[in-house]
Structure formats: C-alpha cells, structure tokens
C-alpha cells in the first residue's frame, strides 16, 4: 500500500476530470448503526460540480461510497460517537461538516476529504495514548480541511500532471471496475480485481493529502492551537509525532528505517525533527498542562485491542508490533492481551530464545483476567508437543470454557479426546 502515493498525486487530477461532471450522489450520512446528535449546520456549501474544488468534491464522494460499503468500517456506536466527540472538540466551527467512520486498518492514519469525508483508522487508535494525542491529530487534520490544502494540491498537481498519464489511469480505473462488476468474470479474477479497485480506492485517498511541507507546518500549528483551546495537553502533539519517529526507528525492515518517518501508510505527513522541535517549543512557552484523559481514552479503545493487535501483527513488522506493545503496556494495563501478543511475536519469529519466550508471555498472560482465551491454547499445543498431556489436556479444556464458540473448537476437542485417549483422562 505504500506504493500508492507514487500514483496519488495523477489520481488527483485524474479523477476530478472524471467525477467533476457528474451528479453528486444523494447527501451522505453516518452508517445506520451509529446514532449521533443533531450536529451543527454545515460550515460551507457544496461548490458548483465544475470548479476544481467541485470536482474534488466528486472525488471525496466517490471515496466516501468506497468507505460506507467497505468490510472494514467499524460500527461500533459508541467508539464512533467517541471519535467523533474528540473531533468536533478541536474542529472549531467545522463540527457540522465532518461525517465520520472508524476504519479497521493497522495503520497510523487519519483524513478529513474536502467534501467533510473523515477517516480515522485503527492503527491510529493503537498508538495514541490518550485523548490528548488523538485530539491533536484530528485537529491537525481538521486544519488541512479548513485550509483547503487539497485543493492547493489538486492545482499544484494539474499544472504538473501529464495528460496521457491521466487519460491511461482513468482507462484502467474504470476497466478495473467493469472487471469486478461483470457477472461472467471467473471468481479468481475477481478476488483479483477487486484488490485492484480496493487499491484504486486507497490511492484516490492517498491523492487527497499529498501535502506540502509547508502545508503540514501549517497544521500542526492550527491543529495545536485548536487542541490547546479545547483544554488538552499541549505536549501532545510533539510526543505522538517523537512516538511514530521511535516506532519507524524500531522496524525490522532496514528500508523502513532508512526512509523519513511518516505520519500515514501513504507517502505523505512526513515527520521531521523540526516539526517536533517547533512543537515542543511551542508546549514550552505556554508552560503548565491541559487534560490528557488517558483514562477516559484507554476505556473506549479497550474492547479493540485484542482485534486491532491481531490485525497489526499480521503486518509481520515485529519490531514495530513490539514498540507498540510497550507503549500500551507502560501503564501496567491491558497485560493479559499485551502478554499474549509479546508470545505472538516471539512463536511466529521463530528466532533464537523465541520458544522459551513465547512460553514465557504466555505464563504471563494467563495470570491476568484480561487474558485472551487463545493463551490457554498456544500453551497447550507447547505442552502437548513436550509430552506433557496432562498439561496440554488442562490448557485446552480451559481454552474449551473460554471461547465456547471458538471457530477451531472441533479441532481442539479432537486434540483434547486424543491426548485423554493416550492418558485415560486429565491427571
């Protein structure tokens, strides 16, 4: 997904001389599920469809269908009544132009679309530790709304772009699109193309916030100053920008940690050591400090971090999975599911010292109540290949009374019913 920024900033141009002419789809609403008060009357009015902000507006929409119909929004109606009450705290008078979704992707990235389209993606919600942090983010994006920054994006790109590149990239998005579409594509192709159009989708966002430096300066000031005046901690915005700098110095991948610290998946936000200077001083000269409400922040995400961990290590970034994991443990909170994922890690790593590790989290995590119920079973798959069937058959039967409705529980149950075949039952 990194490499969609390469093609983000044609997308822009590309799609806005596709969508520009088009009618704009019925007024977008928050998913059914998600029972929001009354909000604020919008801040702006929808500009003619053929102006280039317009025409940027067709865009955001097209991307916004794409999210609404997307497996991965998020529904819960608590977490996204929460999100969107820390957005509209520091969007000032924008709170009536943002339409929110909460998206189940592991990476660090939020977005608000010209059109009031916002995104704010799990991988986020993992690694901000607290409300303070979150709020300085979404303010920051919040800034890139209210500053038109896409649109200064859109025409610096139009005068940059090349034509025939634009026209191929319209051509393959839409072919792309009939691909999936048509009912007599084999199912192989379509899982295929429908990647392709999920790719479409991520580099038509990505093409949004293509922002300068100059434009990222520029939000990190306006987000502050808005997050400060919503009483949150003005030290925020510096130590959630220093976390993802340490975060991107942990990774496995030497390219990763070669490459400047981004502040998303796509090639954009890019975080220097100036930004978090400027930052910081700025915290400095106010002195004192305004509310983090870490704990009101921890208690929202915390039904999430079993799933959302899951999906992070699936990212197979070890050394960034357990950066994380030490941050969201410093508090001494959450060890059960934290301790799980630190075994995860050491079993899929596979490195020297890694069983015994993993045995270790394990142990560690099944002493906690928050423990997910899948510790009982790596533990019991460790003992059973040792020879320790009574140990294994004790682990599994817990792991049985944990996750009644576990998807693999026939095979565990068939694990189970031989270990006692060869023991005569659990000693």
């Known amino acids: 997904m990194k490499r969609l920024a390469l093609a983000g900033a044609c997308l822009a141009a ?97 977005s608000m679309a010209p059109n009031g389209y916002m995104e704010v993606w799990s991988g986020l919600l993992l690694r901000a530790e607290d409300e303070a942090q979150l709020a300085f983010v979404l303010g920051h994006e919040t800034a890139h709304y209210g500053e038109r920054h896409s649109l200064e994006t859109l025409r610096a790109t139009r005068a940059r772009a090349n034509g025939a590149m634009i026209a191929s990239m319209v051509i393959a998005a839409a072919g792309t699109a009939a691909a999936v579409n048509s009912p007599n594509s084999a199912s192989s192709i379509a899982d295929v193309t429908r990647v392709a159009v999920d790719a479409v989708y991520l580099g038509t966002i990505a093409s949004l916030f293509g922002f300068s430096r100059e434009n990222e300066t520029e939000a990190d000031n306006v987000g502050f100053d808005h997050a400060v005046a919503a009483n949150y901690d003005p030290g925020a915005g510096h130590r959630i920008w220093t976390y993802l700098i340490a975060e991107t110095a942990a990774s496995d991948n030497p390219d990763t940690r070669r490459r400047e610290t981004r502040g998303s998946i796509f090639s954009t936000h890019p975080l220097s050591s100036d930004r978090v200077e400027a930052l910081t001083a700025r915290a400095t000269a106010l002195g004192g400090a305004g509310q983090t409400h870490r704990e009101r922040y921890r208690t929202a995400i915390r039904p999430f971090l079993d799933e959302w961990l899951r999906a992070d290590l699936r990212r197979r970034d070890y050394g960034q999975t357990a950066h994380l994991l030490d941050r969201l443990g410093a508090h001494g909170e959450d060890l059960g599911v934290i301790e799980y994922y ?22 560690n995590a099944i002493t906690h109540p928050d423990a997910p119920a899948a510790a009982w079973r790596e533990l019991g798959e460790y003992a059973a290949r040792d020879g320790r069937r009574a140990e294994a058959a004790a682990h599994f039967a817990t792991y049985l009374e944990r996750a009644p409705n576990a998807e693999d529980r026939a095979l565990v149950e068939a694990r189970l019913a031989q270990i006692n075949a060869h023991t005569g039952g659990v000693e």
């Open 342 to 363: 630190r075994g995860e890690i050491r079993r899929l790593r596979r490195a020297e010292g890694d069983r015994a590790g993993a045995l270790q989290h394990y142990s």
């Open 14 to 110: 590309a799609a806005t001389f596709a969508f520009a002419q088009e009618t704009p789809p019925a007024e977008t609403q928050a998913p059914a599920a998600v029972m929001f008060a009354p909000p604020p009357p919008p801040s702006r009015a929808r500009p003619d469809s053929s102006t280039d902000e317009g025409g940027l507006w067709g865009l955001s929409d097209r991307a916004e269908q794409q999210a609404r119909a997307s497996g991965q929004l998020e529904t819960d109606p608590a977490l996204n009544a929460y999100v969107r009450e820390v957005a509209c705290r520091v969007a000032a008078e924008y709170c009536g132009d943002i339409r929110l979704y909460v998206m189940n992707r592991p990476f660090f990235n939020a």
